[in-house]
């Protein structure tokens, strides 16, 4: 079974930048969705993003045009750009990978200071 292991979190100003990846102790290949999942303190956890093997992207209406996912196969990678960090996307982030069931990662915290 693949684990997942996130990284790239962190404290960072509105208005800023980070870069989350998710690598994968196997191939990703055959996942499909890989997906970024967040939940924030006292709400449920929601889908901020993902992309299929074909590379076919969607993006929670709150993030689109800010954050961008995407994936490298050869590297078993799968990546998070997110700009334009506002307050409200303070949450832990979660990678998880879909073949038939979920497979999830530990999480990465993501704060935003206002």
């Known amino acids: 079974q693949v684990q997942l292991v996130e990284s790239g979190g962190g404290l960072v100003q509105a208005g800023g930048s980070l870069r989350l990846s998710c690598s994968a102790s196997?191939?990703?290949?055959?996942?499909?969705?890989m997906l970024w999942y967040r939940q924030a303190p006292g709400k449920q956890r929601e889908l901020v993003a993902s992309?299929?093997?074909?590379?076919?992207?969607n993006y929670a209406d709150s993030v689109k045009g800010r954050f961008t996912i995407s994936r490298d196969n050869t590297k078993n990678t799968v990546y998070l750009q997110m700009n334009s960090l506002k307050p409200e996307d303070t949450a832990v982030y979660y990678c998880?990978?879909?073949?038939?069931?979920?497979?999830w990662g530990q999480g990465t915290q993501v704060t935003v200071s206002s």
């Open positions: 992309i299929t093997s074909a590379g076919t992207v």
């Open positions: 998880a990978a879909f073949k038939v069931v979920f497979t």
């Open positions: 196997g191939s990703i290949v055959s996942f499909n969705p």
